[in-house]
């Protein structure tokens, strides 16, 4: 690949990764009503991207070799656990990572 | 600027700091291991630095540094970054109203609308505009800080840190269940996980993002009679 076509690589990647990430707020302008059934999915969705969002982190996960995905399943599952004891966003995220830290080192 | 101004603005500092921790350690693992298989690869600084400073979109910069060491294919980075970048559609909808009246600071809010950035600020209902823009700008120092770190002095890393990106599930996890405990609705989060379980497992770990947001509109919009009335009743109280 020559220079200019590295750039031109560059500058597509970086367009269309900006007009995904713009084209909900051009098409509804905060000026103009939003449709309801767009306001309805904008509170609706964002429990289900999130959602999404945890088994997203999962897509690498080898689940017949290796751990099995136990480190990630027990480590998502400590998250859960000590965000419904003590709800603290710091804690429940520093225990989840110290578990599966610890996981992937012991299991081989 | 005033007395006042700076103490608000130190102050706001502070809170998007705090806010944005979590994103430090996640994107310092992953923008260090982006910039050690930069320099690993042969390039030269300028393209993942520019790369991250350009895209900022993590997924989109680790594939891009595939691309730039093939055969120049304009059609399939196109494709690429649309496929990679889809999920943004989903935050920019769920943000409409977060960032309505942001004036001078909505083109920034954005372009720094990462799937972290999304999550933190989503889940601090009670911050600032300045706040939000603040954890927006202080996520994009911390991947670009990252990748120059990995890229220059990641040969020289010793310490064992295997495993630490872990933080980056943990916080979605967590972000999860605080949205999940706070809703009164909470289909939409069986829905969620539902589609793109069974999209990953049908379709595999390449492609499985677009059919399962296509599966989550599907049955939102399907349930939307029994789901919408208590979003409203929220409203109205």
């Known amino acids: 690949m020559t220079s200019q076509q590295q750039i031109i690589t560059i500058v597509i990647l970086a367009v269309i990764t900006f007009m995904t990430r713009a084209l909900p707020f051009i098409v509804f302008p905060a000026g103009k009503p939003t449709p309801k059934y767009i306001q309805y999915l904008g509170k609706a969705l964002p429990l289900a991207v999130f959602g999404m969002l945890v088994v997203y982190c999962l897509k690498d996960v080898q689940w017949l070799e290796g751990s099995h995905g136990i480190p990630e399943i027990l480590g998502i599952a400590a998250v859960v656990l000590m965000h419904l004891w003590r709800r603290q966003l710091f804690l429940s995220m520093a225990v989840g990572t110290a578990v599966y830290m610890i996981l992937i080192r012991v299991m081989v | ?237």
């Open chain 2, 1 to 237: 600027m005033s007395d006042v101004a700076r103490n608000s603005f130190k102050n706001a500092l502070k809170v998007a700091f705090k806010l944005s921790l979590p994103v430090l350690t996640g994107y310092w693992f992953l923008g260090i291991t982006y910039g050690v298989l930069a320099e690993s690869m042969g390039f030269s600084y300028w393209y993942p630095l520019s790369m991250a400073v350009f895209i900022f979109s993590g997924s989109a910069e680790f594939l891009g540094l595939g691309m730039l060491a093939a055969n120049f294919n304009p059609l399939a980075a196109a494709s690429m970054a649309l496929v990679v970048g889809a999920r943004h559609l989903f935050y920019g909808v769920s943000m409409l109203d977060r960032y309505k009246g942001m004036g001078w600071r909505k083109p920034f809010l954005i372009f720094w609308l990462t799937d972290e950035t999304f999550a933190v600020n989503y889940n601090a209902r009670e911050a600032t505009a300045t706040e939000m823009l603040l954890v927006s700008f202080l996520d994009y120092f911390y991947w670009i800080s990252g990748g120059f770190m990995g890229y220059m002095f990641g040969s020289l890393l010793k310490f064992d840190i295997h495993g630490l990106e872990f933080v980056v599930t943990a916080m979605f996890t967590a972000i999860f269940m605080d949205q999940f405990l706070k809703e009164k609705e909470l289909r939409p989060a069986w829905i969620g996980i539902g589609c793109t379980a069974v999209s990953l497992f049908v379709v595999g770990s390449q492609y499985f993002v677009i059919p399962a947001m296509i599966g989550i509109l599907l049955m939102l919009t399907a349930f939307r009679k029994k789901l919408e009335p208590s979003y409203f009743e929220e409203a109205r109280k």
